[in-house]
């Protein structure tokens, strides 16, 4: 058996022959660090010639900043992905400099990806060219060595570190609504932000809450839980740079607001059974999903009947889902409609009820 010119019966490397993704070779052979198949036994210094064509050096696929890009940010870093794994990326292979004059940074190889990274020591310089220089010096783990490659790029030119512009609430408001969401405006495209830079916080720590982006000048931060006649704190920190790495103006920036009181009524967003629903079991429980906190849940407040008549149950209420549950003390009669009831009686927790009547559905049993 010859493998591109190896012959099998001399203990020589199958040349040309690649292991495959997961590392397999062919019978009798066994991949090794530069990715080739060699014949098992092989000393790990042999190799041969491949036939044909041979083994193609390693190629540059894809670089960043791009060849030729302007407005590249001052805090950027270079990167470089070669077509398959290669050798010898340090600082003396993969350089970077302006008008000849090198630049002072730290270079690293990922070998899981082929990606060599260069990262500057500082920030670069505005409105300046900078020239990238791979190679000589790199080759692939069968010495096969790359061509050199050169490209340039442009830094863009800064008019100045990002500001705040518009703010809600504005700072030391008082008597802000509670859902009220908290929302910032800049003066140019931020970067950084993130639940560690953009925060609120009250007496107890830190409020989740969701962010939501907009244009990359604006940033707003909802669905946080808060409560009447609080004082709350949102907080920006100096990771929020714009596209420069210039930081935010006066960073890290606090700013205070109090709620007022609780004008906005709460609503079910979930239930069950469902309204009209048909065919429901005839030991379900009957379950409502509030929007907020409640409070006075009760079997005087969430009621089941059947025709006029009030059907005997417990009721329990569930803070963490904010759930009210009716567990009937028998199962419901078969091929029955039944009507759910949620009186005024059930509010949040400044008393806003649900309902300023009561609020009826209903189902009907199966079998």
Not at 182 to 190: K, N, T, Y
Not at 248 to 275: C, E, N, R, S, Y
Request: aromatic residues 6%.
């Amino acid at each position: 058996m010859i493998l591109l010119g190896c012959e099998i019966e001399a203990p020589k490397s199958a040349c040309g022959v690649r292991c495959s993704a997961s590392g397999e070779c062919p019978e009798d052979y066994a991949c090794r660090l530069d990715g080739r198949c060699y014949l098992i036994g092989a000393p790990a210094e042999q190799s041969c010639v491949p036939a044909g064509d041979g083994d193609p050096p390693p190629r540059i696929v894809n670089v960043r900043p791009g060849r030729d890009e302007i407005a590249v940010a001052t805090n950027a870093f270079v990167s470089v992905v070669f077509s398959e794994g290669v050798a010898g990326v340090d600082a003396t292979t993969m350089r970077l400099a302006s008008s000849g004059i090198p630049v002072s940074a730290t270079v690293h190889y990922d070998t899981s990806g082929s990606l060599g990274t260069l990262v500057p020591s500082t920030p670069l310089r505005e409105s300046t060219v900078y020239e990238v220089s791979v190679g000589p010096g790199i080759s692939d783990y069968a010495n096969n060595p790359i061509e050199p490659v050169q490209w340039s790029f442009m830094t863009v030119t800064d008019l100045g570190p990002p500001e705040i512009t518009a703010m809600t609430p504005v700072d030391d408001a008082v008597g802000v609504d509670i859902t009220t969401p908290i929302s910032i405006r800049f003066s140019e495209a931020v970067e950084g932000i993130s639940p560690a830079s953009f925060y609120v916080t009250d007496a107890n720590g830190v409020v989740p809450g969701t962010i939501d982006f907009f244009p990359q000048n604006a940033v707003r931060l909802t669905s946080m839980t808060r409560t009447p006649y609080t004082t709350y704190t949102f907080h920006l920190t100096r990771a929020i740079v714009d596209s420069t790495g210039n930081p935010l103006v006066g960073a890290p920036l606090a700013f205070k607001f109090t709620t007022g009181a609780d004008t906005v009524a709460p609503t079910i967003i979930a239930q069950t059974p469902a309204p009209n629903d048909s065919n429901i079991p005839l030991s379900i429980s009957i379950s409502v999903r509030f929007s907020e906190p409640m409070i006075g849940a009760s079997a005087s407040t969430l009621i089941l009947d059947r025709a006029g008549t009030a059907i005997s149950g417990t009721v329990e209420y569930f803070p963490e889902t904010r759930v009210a549950r009716l567990t009937p003390s028998a199962p419901l009669m078969p091929h029955t409609a039944y009507a759910v009831k949620v009186t005024s009686g059930i509010t949040d927790t400044t008393g806003n009820p649900v309902t300023s009547g009561t609020i009826v559905w209903a189902f009907t049993t199966g079998t």
